[in-house]
């Protein structure tokens, strides 16, 4: 027990005393999470949206294939950008590898199936007559569409949460893609993992103590917003 008791009061000092390695991989974790997330909202509600209440031919096929693209290795993800983004990729004159730029575009990838998976299942499981009614009271395109958001906007911050608890909890993409570079591309959680391998297990509270602050924050959010 002493172990942890140990680990758990240099977690705290560390905080308070406001320590510069700590706090860099807070900001990294913090700036990455904004962008995948902000990324992956803007276009995956829009397309969840599509997906659940239009009607077109592959519609059941590019279902299924955003069903199947939730459960993502973030590791294959990883594979996936770092060739995309290294030098003799396509995207490599960009320079976006071993960026916090190039972690979120891994990070969109992994969270962007999430969103349209969960906002088409909440779509789909809209009342029918809603869009009648809206209809016959003379609603165009634009107000249908943010009446149905608005109608089924719980379920699409269900979609949010679980999207953005993958993302902050993700250790592949953000090891592959970002390479772990201290003071610069190092997140909470390849922190965690580097610190404790290092045998550093007070810095390793301390940043799994700021994931859980973070996660019962965002969590809190969701419940007021619940209440409006």
Do not use: C
Request: proline share 2%.
């Amino acid at each position: 027990m002493n172990f942890f008791l140990d680990g758990f009061i240099t977690a705290i000092r560390l905080l308070i005393q406001g320590d510069a390695e700590t706090y860099s991989s807070i900001s990294a974790t913090l700036l990455v999470t904004g962008y995948s997330m902000t990324a992956s909202l803007l276009i995956g509600i829009p397309l969840g949206f599509v997906l659940g209440y239009a009607d077109f031919r592959a519609k059941k096929q590019l279902r299924f294939l955003a069903d199947t693209l939730m459960s993502l290795p973030t590791v294959f993800v990883g594979l996936i950008v770092y060739g995309l983004l290294s030098s003799k990729g396509p995207l490599g004159q960009l320079g976006l590898l071993f960026t916090l730029p190039g972690i979120s575009i891994g990070l969109t990838v992994l969270a962007l199936p999430i969103v349209i998976s969960l906002s088409a299942a909440m779509v789909e499981s809209m009342d029918r007559q809603l869009r009648v009614a809206l209809i016959s009271l003379g609603a165009d395109r634009r107000q249908l569409l943010l009446s149905i958001l608005w109608e089924v906007r719980f379920g699409i911050l269900t979609a949010a949460i679980n999207a953005f608890g993958r993302v902050m909890t993700e250790v592949g993409i953000s090891m592959m893609v970002g390479g772990n570079i201290k003071w610069h591309t190092r997140t909470i959680t390849t922190a965690i993992a580097l610190e404790t391998n290092k045998g550093q297990f007070g810095m390793g509270i301390a940043l799994g103590l700021v994931l859980l602050l973070i996660a019962f924050l965002v969590n809190l959010s969701l419940y007021f917003l619940r209440k409006q």
